[in-house]
């Protein structure tokens, strides 16, 4: 079955920066594209970042544009987000999907604060 484990949530300062990680299985993964969303409390979730199944093409909410960069290695299963100047309006828990489908990992907290 398909399963996406994300990592590499924490807290960290304003500015500072940390780097996702989604480990997928259980389906082919260079054939699908992938995304980043986030929920912060008492929003809807969003979506932050796309990247299509060669990785040749991303887009970015225009909140993190120019601070967040999706990638992926098909390789390894791997669909990463880094972050950085994070800012306290990042704060969420951080979601990786796959596309054709609702197919969700659990979750990584990211907390930005002083």
């Known amino acids: 079955q398909v399963q996406l484990v994300e990592s590499g949530g924490g807290l960290v300062q304003p500015g500072g920066s940390l780097r996702l990680s989604c480990a997928a299985s259980?389906?082919?993964?260079?054939?699908?594209?992938m995304s980043w969303h986030r929920q912060a409390p008492g929003k809807e979730r969003e979506l932050v970042a796309g990247?299509?199944?060669?990785?040749?093409?991303?887009n970015y909410a225009d909140s993190v544009k120019g601070r967040f960069t999706i990638s992926r290695d098909n390789a390894k299963n791997t669909v990463y987000l880094q972050m950085n100047n994070l800012k306290a309006d990042d704060t969420a828990v951080y979601y990786c999907?796959?596309?054709?489908?609702?197919?969700w990992g659990k979750g990584t907290l990211v907390t930005v604060s002083s």
């Open positions: 999907k796959r596309s054709g489908g609702e197919y």
């Open positions: 259980g389906f082919t993964f260079s054939s699908y594209a």
């Open positions: 990247i299509l199944k060669s990785g040749s093409i991303t």
